[in-house]
């Protein structure tokens, strides 16, 4: 009955691991407290910026930023990856944010610009006050959650070796096939865990609450024309109706080298 001790361990390693799943789950699903109730705000309230956090991450205000800049002169993106600065003065954090990755020729490119904005502390601070407001969820909330996934994988992967370890030691009372059915039970829980999370992974926004969800749905019918920098904050870059400006922003974003300087 040595093998018993191996099926203990993979259950407490089970348990544990979607017992601290189901709490991230749980603290995700907690409205927020603070001060600024969600059903209290209306789209209107919501800046470009703080739409195109909810719609996609820092990533998606960083773009909006750099196109932003563009259509007014103040930057020129170049096809190639590269962007010119015009105007070096920045009338918002995230305008600033974005000139602030520039080096003395004022040219650089899209994806070293791209990723000095995301990690702007202006960009941070409006994540916290979307999750303050409950329009998004706090980052040590999806913190929370991608750690519990984590711990169910490998709680899987404990299952698997005390099934292996269980099978080496000798067992006359037992056959493989029972021992293989009680190991199963535990796989069985970690797998359905997974999935369910994997589900509502792709059901859930990572960077909008439902309500922040339902503010851009909002946004989205009443001013969201193709085209438009609403568009574009709610929907991306397939909004970009200009060919150069959605290959300029899109590059570096799938393994592409770095291109030549277009000004």
């Known amino acids: 009955m040595f093998w018993v ?7 407490a390693g089970v348990l544990l ?4 799943l189901l709490r991230a789950a749980d603290g995700a699903a ?6 600024a109730a969600p059903h209290r705000r209306h789209h209107d309230e919501l800046s470009l910026y703080e739409a195109a956090y909810l719609a996609g991450g820092p990533e998606r205000v960083a773009d909006l930023t750099l196109l932003s800049m563009q259509r007014q002169r103040r930057l020129l993106l170049a096809h190639t990856g590269w962007v ?3 105007d070096p003065v920045g009338r918002d954090p995230y305008e600033r944010s974005v000139l602030g990755a520039f080096g003395p020729d004022g040219q650089e490119q899209v994806v070293c610009v791209r990723t000095a904005a995301e990690r702007d502390p202006a960009v941070r601070a409006l994540a916290d006050r979307l999750g303050d407001a409950g329009l998004a969820p706090r980052a040590g909330t999806r913190q929370g959650t991608g750690e519990g996934v984590r711990s169910v994988r490998q709680a899987c992967g404990l299952v698997v070796a005390m099934t292996v ?8 009372e037992a056959t493989t ?8 039970l535990p796989l069985i829980l970690t797998l359905g865990c ?4 994997r589900f509502e992974g792709h059901a859930h926004s990572p960077w909008a609450s439902p309500a922040g969800q339902r503010l851009l749905v909002e946004l989205a ?3 969201g024309a193709r085209g438009s920098l609403t568009a574009v904050a709610v929907r991306g870059l397939r909004a970009v109706t200009e060919p150069e400006l959605r290959a300029a922003l899109a590059y570096g974003r799938r393994g592409r080298g770095a291109g030549q300087r277009g000004y």
């Open 177 to 184: 096939g029972m021992i293989l059915s009680w190991f199963a």
């Open 5 to 11: 001790l191996f099926l203990f361990l993979a259950w």
């Open 165 to 172: 370890a269980a099978l080496c030691v000798p067992a006359p």
């Open 194 to 197: 997974l999935a369910i999370a």
């Open 221 to 223: 019918r009443e001013r």
């Open 84 to 86: 010119t600065v015009v």
């Open 30 to 35: 907690e409205p927020a407290t603070g001060s």
């Open 17 to 20: 691991a979607c017992a601290r």
